[in-house]
């Protein structure tokens, strides 16, 4: 295959999410376990939130015609939050505290620093208006309305929101099931010496903390030897378990590189070298019918093509849209000469006079992975594209390609 042969980034997405199963799984977690999580049913109100008139502040309850002539009202009830009010007996005031429930008969609450507090009654000090400081029964939530739709992934305000209509459990969609395949003779577990050619296995741990923050659960984890037969074996075990099989290495042109190759001698390679970079040797294919994406070796072209790549098909498979837009700001930094390649340049957002700009790490080699520590987000160089300082190219940030 050629260089002219590359598949440009679109081209291979729409093939990959047209792949991508629907994952319809569903469970019932409790709220606890359920941060992250896509609701699998819409959520309607059970019951009005909050449940009853209640007051915002400190201070005394009390109905405003009572305060005609600027007399002082007896104080009749005191009502810590928590306890049922009693009614608001005529030409009195009630005492009350933030989120005490309001008493039948009262229209207003007055803060305490705006009365004058004698033995057993108050006179206050400010005008009055009905509805003062009263937080109104169903005024977040009102009974019957849809709360949080399908497919919500839940935050930890929509978790507090679940809660505060009092719902203990929730029905989410099950997990993607994700088998991670590292693959390299070279590669030993962090913690072990490191004997002469060996280096220590850096995008398990990635590719672990990509899925974890994608919502995935990951059913197989395993290094593999630079083996056909145990490539082939290994491949075969973790398509039975999994929505999707991830591996990095083995995909390029080498003698060494067998994901690739199991894949095309099976025939379930269907896509191989994207035009992009880091990542060219991406490969995509079926191992008895569960889709495998081949990611790269190099540890920036595993982050790179997970976030380009992985991430979209995840959300397809979720049924979910992809958020992504990215924004358009101007680099600081100069790319001389056009690649065929899109760039993925690891670039840090900053601010240059107040106006935010990119930067790029200087060391863009895929691998060299401080250039992602240091960086916010990726900044796109196009395909056939030189940079100048002060051209606008798209960027999008870490925390937006992981939502
Ligand atoms: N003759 C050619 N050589 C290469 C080409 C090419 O077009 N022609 N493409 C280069 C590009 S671009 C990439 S990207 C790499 C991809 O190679 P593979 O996917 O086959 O990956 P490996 O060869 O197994 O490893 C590449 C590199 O990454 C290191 N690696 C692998 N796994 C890990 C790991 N888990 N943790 C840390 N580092 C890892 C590995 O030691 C290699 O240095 O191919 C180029 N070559
Ligand atoms: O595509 Mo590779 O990741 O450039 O080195
Ligand atoms: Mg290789």
């Known amino acids: 295959m050629t260089t002219a042969s590359l598949i440009p980034l679109e081209t291979a997405l729409a093939h990959i999410l047209e792949q ?24 309607r109100v059970p019951a009005d939130v909050p449940p ?34 009693p009614a608001l007996a005529p030409g009195t005031a009630a005492r009350l505290f933030t989120g005490s429930e309001l008493p039948v008969g009262a229209d207003a609450v007055v803060m305490q ?25 169903g005024q977040d939530l009102r009974r019957g309305d849809l709360a949080l739709a399908r497919g919500t992934r839940l935050r930890p305000q929509e978790l507090g929101l679940l809660a505060s209509m009092g719902i203990a459990e929730v029905p989410v969609l ?53 083996d056909r037969a145990a490539t082939r074996t290994t491949l075969s075990r973790a398509a039975g378990s999994a929505d999707l099989v991830l591996t990095s290495g083995g995909v390029s042109v080498g003698e060494e590189d067998h994901v690739r190759a199991v894949l095309e001698e099976s025939g379930g390679l269907s896509l191989w070298r994207l035009a992009i ?12 019918d569960t889709p495998v994406l081949g990611l790269p070796g190099n540890p920036a072209a595993v982050l790179v093509t ?14 979910q849209p992809d958020p992504v837009q990215g924004e358009r700001l101007p680099a600081l930094f100069t790319v001389p000469s056009p690649s ?9 957002k900053t601010l240059q006079d107040g106006r935010p700009q990119l930067e790029a790490y200087p060391n863009q080699s895929s691998g060299v992975l401080s250039s992602a520590c240091w960086a916010s987000g990726l900044a796109v160089v196009p395909e056939h594209g030189t940079v100048h300082p002060g051209d606008l190219l798209t960027y999008y940030s870490f925390a937006e390609l992981l939502s």
């Open 306 to 319: 997970f976030l380009m790549v992985v991430m979209p098909f995840l959300r397809r498979c979720q049924g």
């Open 174 to 226: 099950a997990r993607p099931r994700v088998a991670v395949l590292t693959t390299g003779d070279e590669l030993v577990e962090p913690g072990q010496p490191l004997a002469p050619g060996q280096i220590y296995n850096t995008n398990r741990f990635t590719l672990l903390g990509l899925l974890t923050q994608a919502g995935c659960e990951v059913t197989v984890c395993e290094t593999l030897r630079d």
């Open 20 to 43: 991508a199963p629907p994952l319809n799984a569903r469970e019932r977690v409790p709220l606890s376990q359920a941060l992250g999580r896509t609701l699998a049913d819409a959520q």
């Open 52 to 85: 009853a008139d209640n007051s915002a502040v400190d201070g005394y309850a009390l109905r405003c015609a009572d305060l005609a002539g600027n007399r002082p009202l007896p104080v009749s009830a005191r009502i810590p939050a928590g306890t049922p009010a």
């Open 340 to 348: 065929i390649r899109r760039e993925f340049v690891r670039a840090r």
């Open 113 to 137: 620093e705006d009365v004058d507090i004698g033995a057993g009654e108050i006179r206050i000090k400010t005008t009055v208006c009905p509805g003062q400081n009263i937080r109104r029964r």
């Open 277 to 288: 970079k880091p990542g060219k040797p991406l490969a995509f294919g079926r191992v008895q």
